[in-house]
Nanobody
Framework: VQLQASGGGLVQAGASLRLSCAAS????????MGWFRQTPGKEREFVAA????????DYADSVKGRFTISRDNARNMVYLQMNTLKPEDTAVYYC????????????????WGQGTLVTVSS
């Protein structure tokens, strides 16, 4: 599978953004999907993950209650709805796919998109 993330931009604190990740290739529904983010000089950080059938989702404590991950297997899409954005959410956001368990570690994912920049001004 190949991944293409989009939807980033510059917003003010308190605003919302929705990131999208389009997957190409077959068997998208076989993949656990995740979102990660990274700022310069820091390691890639887990944001959210969703199971193959959308039955389970997981969030980092820092975004729980503000971000929602979802997927549409018919359209090969995964989304990250980000509400009440904070300046500390500023990062490059990456979508990732895992044929196995995924979870919270970047090493659990096989394929990565190119990243989309989210900048939140105070």
């Amino acid at each position: 599978v190949q991944l293409q993330a989009s939807g980033g931009g510059l917003v003010q604190a308190g605003a919302s953004l929705r990131l999208s990740c389009a997957a190409s290739g077959r068997a998208f529904s076989n993949y656990v999907m995740g979102w990660f983010r990274q700022t310069p000089g820091k390691e890639r950080e887990f944001v959210a993950a969703i199971s193959r059938n959308s039955g389970l989702s997981d969030y980092a404590d820092s975004v729980k209650g503000r971000f929602t991950i979802s997927r549409d297997n018919a359209r090969n899409m995964v989304y990250l709805q980000m509400n009440t954005l904070k300046p500390e959410d500023t990062a490059v956001y990456y979508c990732a796919a895992s044929l196995y368990t995924g979870r919270r570690q970047p090493t659990g994912y096989d394929t990565w998109g190119q990243g989309t920049l989210v900048t939140v001004s105070s």
